[in-house]
């Protein structure tokens, strides 16, 4: 079965009822009836994307404080064993929330979806350079608990230059979605478009997985 895309203004997280038009950004979803052909269309885009947004990054938090001292210590080591020079963890000294920046592959085909599904309490983020981003990223995300809203994709969207992609694996479909500034659309319009990927309208996405649906024998 073959990826699609939909192409819409405003926030459109795919799991929430609330988004919002705001021509300001632009949503682009990717979708296939199941995650792992989603996930290899991601990485091909990612890769042409690459040239021009060449640190990928995943943004995490734990989601809420660590619930003993015995816990945040292993929390710590398992981080410090597994980390890179480059990468962050820490502690909102306001609401006890860890959270960190991981720096991934540079090559989007050497990394692992499993890595990448946690969507309610991640990110995924490309950047164009990365000099101090890194650590002003931290303090701007540091007190979410979760990723959620409108408003939360727009406070990772000061920097306008940031791609942010979440990723959805449900028993029906997978789908991989692309937030950012609509400055970047046709960049990312094109490079869609070499890849010979079909755009469908939002109104046509329930017949586009029910009717593969339908074929499975």
């Not at 980390?83 to 090559?107: A, Q, R, V």
Request: glycine residues 4%; contains cysteine; proline residues 5%.
């Amino acid at each position: 079965m073959k990826t699609v895309f939909i192409y819409e203004f405003g926030i459109r997280p795919w799991d929430q009822i609330q988004h919002t038009e705001d021509r300001e950004y632009t949503t682009i979803s990717l979708l296939n009836q199941d995650f792992g052909s989603v996930w290899e269309t991601w990485r091909m885009l990612a890769s042409l994307l690459a040239h021009e947004w060449p640190t990928i990054i995943k943004w995490y938090t734990t989601g809420s404080p660590q619930y003993s001292k015995t816990h945040e210590y292993l929390t710590l080591k398992h981080f410090s064993k597994n980390s890179g020079p480059k990468d962050i963890f820490k502690k909102n000294e306001e609401t006890l929330i860890y959270s960190g920046i991981i720096h991934l592959d540079p090559k989007p085909e050497n990394i692992a979806p499993i890595n990448l599904k946690v969507y309610r309490r991640s990110t995924t983020l490309m950047l164009r350079e990365e000099n101090e981003q890194i650590e002003q990223l931290w303090h701007r995300l540091s007190h979410l608990e979760h990723i959620s809203s409108t408003e939360d994709f727009k406070l990772i969207l000061v920097d306008k230059e940031i791609l942010s992609f979440r990723f959805y694996d449900s028993e029906t479909h997978g789908a991989a979605q692309l937030i950012c500034h609509s400055m970047h659309a046709p960049e990312i319009l094109d490079a869609l478009a070499s890849l010979e990927i079909d755009e469908i309208p939002r109104a046509g996405v329930y017949k586009y997985i029910h009717s593969q649906l339908e074929k499975q024998p």
